[in-house]
């Protein structure tokens, strides 16, 4: 059975920062694309990150670009998401999901979204306020 696991979110201050893991079981990351998604209440779920497995690419929405940075250690079979300068708008459960395949090309075409993406775990919360 293919899992994730999220973990690392919890109540930051604007302007702070916070890493979240994303560990896999029953199978190896080494191979799949990893992505983060994140889902405020009222709003739709949104494509936060994703890292290939070989190549280096990674993707980010603009919300997020130069405070986030996504990363894999495959030695640890987790992928991370380093969250810096966070803002109250980053507020939402946080899931990381995989998928198989090349993603490249569709991300870079259409963006990040959850379809093809599967084995999500039961998320972490960000929450960001004073």
């Known amino acids: 059975q293919l899992q994730l696991v999220e973990s690392g979110g919890g109540l930051v201050q604007p302007g702070g920062s916070l890493r979240l893991s994303c560990a896999a079981s029953?199978?190896?990351?080494?191979?799949?694309?990893i992505a983060w998604f994140r889902q405020a209440p009222g709003k739709e779920r949104e494509g936060v990150s994703c890292?290939?497995?070989?190549?280096?690419?990674?993707y980010y929405a603009d919300s997020v670009k130069g405070r986030f940075t996504i990363s894999r250690d495959n030695a640890k079979n987790t992928v991370y998401l380093q969250m810096n300068s966070l803002r109250p708008e980053d507020t939402a459960v946080y899931y990381c999901?995989?998928?198989?395949?090349?993603?490249?090309?569709?991300?870079?075409?259409?963006?990040?979204?959850?379809?093809?993406?599967?084995?999500w775990g039961q998320g972490t919360q960000v929450t960001v306020s004073s």
């Open positions: 999901a995989e998928a198989l395949g090349e993603v490249e090309a569709r991300v870079e075409a259409t963006g990040l979204q959850s379809a093809g993406f599967g084995s």
């Open positions: 029953g199978f190896s990351l080494e191979h799949y694309a």
């Open positions: 890292i290939t497995d070989a190549d280096g690419y990674t």
